[in-house]
T-cell receptor, first 113, second 113 residues
Framework: KAGVTQTPRYLIKTRGQQVTLSCSPI?????VSWYQQTPGQGLQFLFE???????NKGNFPGRFSGRQFSNSRSEMNVSTLELGDSALYLC????????????FGPGTRLTVL | GENVEQHPSTLSVQEGDSAVIKCTYS??????FPWYKQELGKRPQLIID?????GEKKDQRIAVTLNKTAKHFSLHITETQPEDSAVYFC????????????FGTGTKLQVIP
């Protein structure tokens, strides 16, 4: 099976802009989670989607949002970018729950200037 | 919410020695504890996990122990090899899909040949 893929791999944006990141899960996986990884804060949970519904959300402002499509592909959007949003954004897919084995994608490196 | 503390933040061992990384968690509802290995520039990969109905789990040179009463769990790597050098993350989650998975801050393991 193909692994989790994320596009784009690298992005450079300026403050105030918005960005959309995409994640394609492993075939058959219905749970998609998003994480932010930074040197200072480590790995932090953003949100999880299952069957096109956001099932859980981490402690991030409303500028961070996402959605999931009927084929389980997911997108996350960050509006009004801030310098502090510079990070590696990882998505992970699993069969049904985050407590099933999660497989991570390669990540999207976002740089906000 | 859940809080996961991980120690040490860095660990250097000689090749062939053992390495131990410890994590404590705060929420007694957590019942799933995965460990991830992240090599430089790569995605996190699950290396072993344990559920709260088990006290110990082993997979070749890697083992994890869980003490539910004390709310701590540990990763043990025996006969370390240079390819074990990476950052290791512990995490705590709750089976049922409705808790935010929480990660430890990571341990950078260096295995010296």
């Amino acid at each position: 099976k193909a692994g989790v893929t994320q596009t784009p791999r690298y992005l450079i944006k300026t403050r105030g802009q918005q960005v959309t990141l995409s994640c394609s899960p492993i075939s058959g996986h219905r749970s998609v989670s998003w994480y932010q990884q930074t040197p200072g804060q480590g790995l932090q949970f953003l949100f999880e989607y299952f069957s096109e519904t956001q099932r859980n959300k981490g402690n991030f402002p409303g500028r961070f949002s996402g959605r999931q499509f009927s084929n389980s592909r997911s997108e996350m959007n960050v509006s009004t970018l801030e310098l502090g949003d510079s990070a590696l954004y990882l998505c992970a897919s699993s069969l049904e729950f985050t407590t099933d084995t999660q497989y991570f994608g390669p990540g999207t490196r976002l740089t906000v200037l | 919410g859940e809080n996961v503390e991980q120690h040490p933040s860095t660990l250097s061992v000689q090749e062939g020695d053992s390495a131990v990384i410890k994590c404590t968690y705060s929420d007694s509802a957590s019942n799933y504890f995965p460990w991830y290995k992240q090599e430089l520039g790569k995605r996190p990969q699950l290396i072993i996990d344990i559920r709260s109905n088990v006290g110990e789990k082993k997979d070749q040179r890697i083992a994890v122990t869980l003490n539910k009463t004390a709310k701590h769990f540990s990763l043990h790597i025996t006969e370390t090899q240079p390819e074990d050098s990476a950052v290791y993350f512990c995490a705590a989650d709750y089976s049922g899909g409705y808790q935010k998975v929480t990660f430890g801050t990571g341990t950078k393991l260096q295995v010296i040949p």
